[in-house]
C-alpha cells in the first residue's frame, strides 16, 4: 500500500485527491512543517518538498507531476489519463508539466516560500511579481484550451482536473479573482469540487468551501 507523505492544505492535497478519485487504498502520514523541514525528511523527498509518496517496496516518489503521471499509467483500470503511447496522453503531460513547471514554482514564490530573497524589500517584489505572474499563466491556460469543457481535455475527467483544482485553491491574489477571470477553469475546478469521492479528502485539508483555504 502506498504511503502519502501529507500536510494539511500543502501540495499532498493534489495526490491525497488522486488516490481518492481512484480509489486505491494508502495511509497518510500527517506531518507538520517543522517535521517536513527536519534534515531527516530529505532522505525522502531530496528538496524536503511534499508531496512525496511512499512506495510498498520502500523507496519514495517525489515532485507532484511525477507522482501525477505515475499513478495514472501504474493504475490504468482507473481511467484517470489517456491511454500512454497516444497522442492525447502526449497532450495529457504536456498540461500536467505546464502547471508543475510554470505554475506551481510561482505559487510558492507568491506566498514567500523558496529562498528567492534577501530581504524582506525584496521578498514583496518577488511576491506582487509572482502573484501577477501565477495569474497569467492561468490565464493562458484558459485561453489555450479553447473548449467548452467541462474538463482539461474535454469532455473526459482526468487526474489533470484534480492537479489544476489543487493549484486554484492557493491562486493570488484568491481563488475567487482567478475564477472571475478564468471562467473554463472556474467550471472545472466547480466541477471537481462536487465529485462525491473527494468531499472527505476536501474537508481534511479545509477546502470544501471555495476561498476556504488559508495559508499556515
Ligand atoms: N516541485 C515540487 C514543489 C513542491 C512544493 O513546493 N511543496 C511545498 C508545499 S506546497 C513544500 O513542501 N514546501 C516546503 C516548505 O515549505 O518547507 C513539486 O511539484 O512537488
Request: include cysteine; charged fraction near 20%.
Amino acid at each position: 500500500m502506498y504511503t502519502l507523505h501529507n500536510v494539511r492544505g500543502w501540495g499532498s492535497m493534489g495526490v491525497q485527491f488522486l488516490l481518492e478519485e481512484m480509489g486505491i487504498p494508502y495511509s497518510s502520514n500527517w506531518m507538520t512543517p517543522e517535521e517536513v523541514r527536519s534534515p531527516g525528511f530529505r532522505t525522502q523527498s531530496p528538496l524536503g518538498f511534499i508531496p512525496a509518496l511512499l512506495l510498498p517496496d520502500g523507496r519514495t516518489l517525489f515532485e507532484s507531476g511525477a507522482i501525477f503521471a505515475y499513478l495514472a499509467i501504474a493504475h490504468p483500470d482507473t481511467r484517470l489519463s489517456p491511454r500512454p503511447g497516444t497522442y492525447d496522453f502526449g497532450i495529457y503531460l504536456s498540461w500536467l508539466n505546464f502547471m508543475s513547471t510554470n505554475i506551481y514554482p510561482v505559487t510558492n514564490m507568491a506566498y514567500g516560500g523558496g529562498g528567492y530573497s534577501d530581504s524582506e524589500e525584496q521578498s514583496a517584489i518577488i511576491k506582487r511579481k509572482a502573484s501577477e505572474v501565477m495569474l497569467q499563466n492561468f490565464t493562458v491556460m484558459e485561453e489555450k484550451l479553447g473548449h467548452p469543457g467541462p474538463y482539461v481535455l474535454g469532455k473526459t475527467l482526468t487526474a489533470l482536473d484534480l492537479y489544476l483544482f489543487m493549484l486554484s485553491i492557493w491562486a493570488m491574489p484568491s481563488e475567487a479573482e482567478l475564477h472571475q477571470r478564468c471562467k473554463r477553469i472556474a467550471k472545472i475546478c466547480a466541477t471537481v469540487r462536487e465529485r462525491p469521492k473527494l468531499q472527505e479528502a476536501l474537508a481534511e485539508h479545509g477546502v470544501l468551501q471555495p476561498g476556504s483555504y488559508s495559508y499556515a
